[in-house]
């Protein structure tokens, strides 16, 4: 009698801890945060040298340490020599920069992989990952339009008209200020071209499924067809910048 008793007591405890261990992996909130994922979508902000900009990224895992990855950005591009000024004849008038011919954007698409160099424990950390990108650039000129002051033959009136900026005959006593921003902009000149990427991004936190990263790199534009930014300056058809971004995304396999 005592070893059916013994007997039927191992049965009952195999049997509910195999029903306890079926429980607790069917229920989906206690899935390891560390669990693989295959996709991933994020979203970020670009502080660079010359401007600012914004990306979208999605993409999915080649090998546990490898991404393949495509991007759209857009980024703002102005020069390290714009000097903001004033035409110090009339106190209304309006600031602008001086011997700036365009206003610059860049459009970019392409692809790259994100290789990981270490990964977060389990617990958390940072996350170390070598990335490199490269595709379609695509530039954008706008010229820059101002208010010009026009005086009558005995200079005791003027008006003001907007005009396209023309380093050959505005100069800091004529020009009256910036025009509107969408003055001339059905004028905007198209620059085809590339661009290549690369940079360390570094992940923070401890949730395998959320992104929060910082990035720091360097980008590298080329245009066949030069660009104008600053009058008495060389046209451009290289472009370098420096840059950190942070993003923001998520992880899911479905």
């Keep these: 009698m005592k070893r059916i008793i013994f007997t039927l007591s191992l049965f009952f405890f195999a049997a509910g801890g195999y029903f306890a261990f079926g429980q607790y992996e069917a229920s989906p909130d206690t899935v390891p945060e560390n669990v693989l994922l295959e996709k991933q979508w994020s979203i970020g902000a670009i502080l660079h040298t010359n401007g600012w900009g914004l990306k979208f990224r999605r993409g999915h895992n080649v090998t546990a340490m490898r991404q393949f990855m495509w991007e759209v950005e857009f980024a703002t591009y102005k020069s390290s020599k714009e000097i903001r000024s004033i035409n110090p004849y009339f106190s209304d008038s309006r600031s602008y920069f001086y011997g700036k011919q365009n206003y610059l954007w860049f459009l970019r698409g392409g692809v790259g992989q994100q290789q990981i160099l270490n990964r977060k424990p389990y617990w958390g950390g940072v996350q170390l990952s070598w990335i490199y990108y490269g595709g379609f650039s695509l530039g954008i000129a706008k010229p820059v339009y101002l208010y010009i002051i026009h005086f009558n033959s005995g200079f005791t009136d003027y008006e003001v008209k907007e005009e396209k900026y023309d380093p050959e005959i505005h100069f800091v006593d004529n020009i009256y200020g910036r025009g509107s921003f969408l003055g001339g902009l059905t004028k905007s000149g198209l620059h085809p071209g590339v661009y290549i990427k690369t940079g360390l991004d570094f992940e923070f936190g401890a949730k395998n499924r959320q992104i929060s990263s910082l990035e720091i790199g360097g980008i590298f534009d080329y245009a066949p067809i030069p660009v104008s930014?600053?009058?008495?300056?060389?046209?451009?058809?290289?472009?370098?910048?420096?840059?950190?971004?942070?993003?923001?995304?998520?992880?899911?396999?479905?």
């Design 229 to 254: 930014v600053m009058a008495y300056n060389p046209k451009q058809s290289f472009f370098l910048t420096l840059y950190v971004s942070v993003m923001f995304g998520k992880r899911y396999n479905k």
